[in-house]
């Protein structure tokens, strides 16, 4: 089945510092959806993009579908930020929606 | 905005009990997923439903059962809990019926500890 990596495992950021969050997937997918986990658990969904850029306020992504990358970009970081980052990634004709071991960042004020 | 409950937050019980975690959508959505989360391993898919009465095995079913009688509502079945079930069960729920091509929305989570 589809192989879901995202780097970095962990991230430590200063607030108002930038970060950029990776997902690599092995295969061809026609759903990419980046989710935040806050502290409590709750897993809240920030983008749904198979392919392209959009962008939701300090929040953007960019899925480069032909090499199987997708980027989450974080600007003027707040603590807020913080929790768990996942990716997870649906592969052609799958119900199968395969997710990432995620990045955990930790903004410090 | 979409709504995703799970019966309970926390959730402690014995080996070799039967436990049932109950989550319900109130967007009329066609899917429904249960997954667990366990450190460094992400989320995994245990089984999905794409409509009333259908059920799919996702990665790791072993251990486990799903009902979906209505379409509200998706049960996640643990006919004898062991120990190695201990982990954080996440439901979500979307749109479209056959495929997951569209937005998961996720429930709080019921963490499960199982002694």
């Known amino acids: 089945g589809i192989q879901v990596e995202q780097s970095p495992p962990d991230l430590i950021l200063q607030e108002g510092a930038n970060s950029t969050l990776r997902c690599n997937f092995s295969d061809s997918v026609n759903n990419l959806q980046w989710f935040h986990q806050n502290p409590w658990g709750q897993l809240i969904n920030l983008f749904y993009i198979p392919s392209g850029t959009k962008q939701n306020g300090r929040l953007s992504a960019t899925t480069v579908a032909t090499e199987r990358y997708s980027l989450l970009y974080i600007s003027s970081s707040q603590t807020t930020d913080s929790g768990v980052y996942f990716c997870a990634a649906l592969l052609y004709n799958n119900n199968d929606m395969r997710f990432g071991a995620g990045t955990r960042l930790t903004v410090k004020p | 905005d979409v709504k995703v409950t799970q019966s309970s937050r926390y959730l402690v019980k014995r080996t070799g009990e039967k436990v049932f975690l109950e989550c319900v959508q109130d967007m009329d959505h066609e899917n429904m997923f249960w997954y667990r989360q366990d450190p460094g391993l992400g989320l995994r898919l245990i089984y999905f439903s794409y409509d009333v009465k259908m059920k799919e095995k996702g990665d790791i079913p072993e251990g486990y059962s799903v009902s979906r009688e209505k379409k509200e509502r998706f049960s996640l079945i643990l006919e004898s809990a062991s120990t190695n079930q201990t982990s954080m069960y996440l439901c979500?729920?979307?749109?479209?019926?056959?495929?997951?091509?569209?937005?998961?929305?996720f429930g709080p989570g019921t963490r499960l500890t199982v002694l």
């Open positions: 979500a729920s979307s749109l479209l019926g056959g495929s997951s091509t569209d937005t998961q929305y």
